[in-house]
């Protein structure tokens, strides 16, 4: 069965600080793996795309690494801020449309 | 691009009332989906289209939902009888299926049966 963890479900940290997030995953034959950013009430956003070739994505004060071969992917967040605080998820995508979603790791940034 | 476009925001409504949602994907993606998001199941995809053609409904919870797609600028996604079981918020979602499927989401519509 394909399943799809996010450890921690909460994570609470102060501003400044650099923090990983992870998403692992039990079938590597993935086509990709989305991470999405959710806050309170709002839609999702996506943050970074990495298709099923590439190691690693970056954009800005994110990035994202992708290791097939031991289920696993990192959100990894530089010097962190009061407003990067959100929900988190991670998506595999097996079949070019059929994502599959973490429970997601809930982010707070202490001022 | 305004985004992916969805109405209404907030719904209420009794037990046994029909409820109608409404998308409106990004100009140019081919692709459309309906998730349902819950507390306790996180996100669920109920269907999918692509070129305005339902691939997988195998989400759909059951008879009383059901989702169209007249064309590639709206898709309405309908619950009749609406249960209080419903209740979640339901999110439309388009991309276009390429090398990178990049899902834009809408902002959502909360449905609250009561």
């Known amino acids: 069965k394909q399943e799809v963890t996010q450890i921690p479900a909460a994570l609470s940290v102060p501003e400044g600080e650099n923090l990983v997030l992870n998403c692992s995953f039990t079938d590597s034959a993935i086509y990709n793996l989305q991470w999405f950013r959710q806050d309170p009430g709002k839609g999702l956003t996506s943050l970074l795309l990495?298709?099923?070739s590439q190691r690693e994505q970056t954009s800005g004060r994110l990035n994202a690494s992708l290791d097939k071969s031991s289920g696993r992917s990192t959100l990894y967040i530089a010097a962190s801020q009061p407003g990067d605080s959100a929900t988190y998820l991670c998506?595999?995508?097996?079949?070019?449309?059929?994502?599959?979603w973490g429970a997601g790791t809930k982010l707070i940034i202490k001022p | 691009d305004a985004g992916v476009i969805q109405s209404p925001r907030h719904e209420v409504t009794e037990m046994g009332q029909e409820v109608t949602l409404r998308c409106k994907p990004i100009?140019?993606?081919?692709?459309l989906f309906w998730y349902r998001q819950t507390m306790m199941r996180g996100l669920e995809l109920l269907i999918y289209f692509n070129n305005n053609v339902p691939i997988d409904d195998s989400g759909m919870p059951e008879d009383r939902f059901s989702a169209k797609m007249p064309n590639a600028s709206f898709s309405t996604l309908k619950i009749q009888p609406s249960e209080p079981r419903d209740s979640a918020v339901y999110f439309c979602?388009?991309?276009?299926?390429?090398?990178?499927?990049?899902?834009?989401f809408g902002a959502g519509s909360r449905l609250t049966v009561l």
């Open positions: 979602a388009s991309t276009t299926i390429s090398g990178a499927n990049v899902l834009t």
């Open positions: 100009s140019g993606h081919n692709s």
């Open positions: 990495i298709q099923s």
């Open positions: 998506a595999v995508d097996y079949s070019n449309y059929q994502l599959i």
